[in-house]
């Protein structure tokens, strides 16, 4: 056998050996990494602590009404605008106030960024927003600002998306290409 063979033969032994050194301690650090007390708990595993809120809801009047709640959520920003947005969808008042969305409407993605509030609005059963009036349409849209910026002083304005985009309505009547901020004309 030549030098160069002997040398090429004791190379690739050695290559073997690093890899497999290296998958036994990658396989290693995998496991402790998956291991329950290296995993950081979720949002959702946090305690939730009472608070109390303002839901705004539309009005027969043409205006947002304000409805006073008592929640419970977990003591972080977005644990309490998740809460306070499925509050806001689940509330079925009675009159003269109506709910939100005539069918059920979820938050698909949440984040808070800058003073940002940025909503992607579901519907389970897909497709687009509900159509309607652009009053109805104004009171939909600035329920949902109003809920959030009233209750969370780490909001200042709103985004809204369906299903992952900006739209410039939601059906078309009221421009939502833009952060929105509280309309104080529909408070009462």
């Not at 705004?56 to 959520?73: F, I, K, M, N, T």
């Not at 709910?99 to 897909?126: C, I, K, M, N, Y």
């Not at 349409?137 to 949902?144: D, F, H, M, Q, S």
């Not at 992952?164 to 509280?182: A, E, K, S, Y």
Request: no cysteine; proline share 11%.
């Amino acid at each position: 056998m030549n030098r160069r063979v002997a040398t090429l033969l004791i190379a690739l032994a050695a290559g073997i050996l690093l890899l497999t050194v290296y998958r036994l301690v990658t396989a290693r650090r995998g496991d402790a990494a998956t291991a329950p007390e290296a995993a950081t708990p979720p949002v959702e595993a946090l305690a939730a602590e009472p608070f109390a809120a303002t839901l705004w809801l539309p009005s027969e009047s043409g205006r947002l009404a304000d409805l006073p709640a008592e929640l419970a959520a977990p003591p972080t920003p977005e644990g309490r605008a998740s809460v306070l947005l499925a509050a806001l969808f689940a509330a079925t008042p009675d009159a003269p106030l109506t709910a939100v969305f005539p069918q059920p409407v979820e938050v698909g993605h949440l984040l808070l960024t800058d003073g940002t509030a940025w909503v992607d609005l579901r519907s389970p059963a897909g497709g687009e927003p509900p159509s309607s009036g652009s009053t109805v349409e104004l009171l939909r849209v600035y329920a949902i600002v109003h809920t959030l910026v009233r209750n969370l002083p780490e909001v200042s304005r709103v985004v809204l998306l369906w299903n992952g985009v900006q739209r410039q309505g939601f059906p078309g009547h009221v421009d939502t290409g833009h952060p929105l901020v509280p309309l104080a004309a529909l408070e009462p």
